[in-house]
């Protein structure tokens, strides 16, 4: 019996990476520079991974820096490779502006601190831990709280499961699956997905009034390609868009997402008791 296998289309994957948003290119970019300054000078690794014994004020940097850091190139084609839909689809949700600063900021700092204060106090974990699959599961929380809201159960073998705890279940198959994975580390971005998810931080985010504010004064929808405006219900994804009467035809506010995410997280190499993830 023959085997036949659908080669993905080159050219809608061509399309879809044209069309990626402002702020999910720049993070992805980032985390390429460093991917590439760690082959050669891997002593930035060190520099840079979330290690709970050495934070202190001088080295409060790396509860940002952590997640931009990889150990290997598997670990660093699986982390961009499932982060890259999620974080299309958060900064088409919420533009391009609150994406820049929330994961430069808090999206780092909140799993970070929190896995340190655990590690350090209650667990005594001194192994380092580095690799954006912090965000994969923050934002994999989020969006399971989403789900949660229009479709609460899944069945399995006739016993309804909740749908908010898919990511929970995936930090602990990956933990016995991937060597060298911090499940604590998912857990920890998974707690602040979910409490994004809920809204109970959504004040992290600036004030709607203050991001139109800047993108008008800035006109930063029309001078950086690819920017998805804060007010997307007026201006789209990028840009007014036309519309037409004939029929009730409207023109939505932007482009969907990828209908499925392929979800995983590892690597190998690195130094040894080294943990990818965190």
């Known amino acids: 019996m023959a085997f036949t296998f659908a080669l993905p289309d080159a050219r809608r994957i061509r399309s879809y990476f044209l069309r990626l948003p402002l702020a999910t ?18 002593g930035i690794t060190q520099w840079g991974a979330l290690i709970p014994q050495e934070i202190g004020i001088s080295s409060l940097y790396r509860l940002n820096t952590y997640p931009l850091l990889h150990a290997s190139a598997l670990h660093y084609a699986l982390s ?13 949700d919420h533009g391009s502006l609150p994406t820049l600063l929330l994961f430069t900021g808090p999206f780092g700092l909140l799993p970070g601190g929190l896995y340190t204060l655990l590690a350090r106090y209650v ?7 580095l690799g954006a699959s912090v965000w994969v599961f923050l934002l994999l929380s989020s969006e399971a709280i989403k789900t949660y809201k229009t479709n609460p159960y899944f069945v399995l073998r006739e016993i309804r499961i909740p749908t908010w705890t898919t990511p929970l279940a995936l930090a602990l198959v990956i933990s016995f699956l991937v060597p060298r994975t911090s499940f604590l580390g998912h857990l920890c971005g998974a707690l602040v997905g979910y409490l994004w998810g809920l809204g109970y931080i959504r004040f992290l985010a600036p004030p709607e009034w203050v991001l139109r504010f800047v993108e008008g004064k800035l006109d930063l929808l029309g001078r950086l390609p690819h920017y998805v405006s804060v007010d997307q219900k007026t201006y789209g994804r990028y840009g007014v868009l036309p519309s037409t009467n004939v029929g009730e035809v409207r023109v939505g506010p932007g482009r969907g997402t990828l209908g499925a995410v392929e979800m995983g997280v590892g690597g190998g190499g690195g130094g040894g008791g080294q943990r990818l993830g965190p």
């Open 25 to 42: 290119r720049i993070l992805i970019l980032i985390i390429t520079a460093f991917y590439i300054a760690h082959l050669f000078w891997p």
């Open 80 to 92: 961009t490779l499932t982060l890259l839909p999620l974080l299309d689809r958060f900064e088409a």
């Open 123 to 129: 667990f005594h974990l001194s192994a380092p831990v």
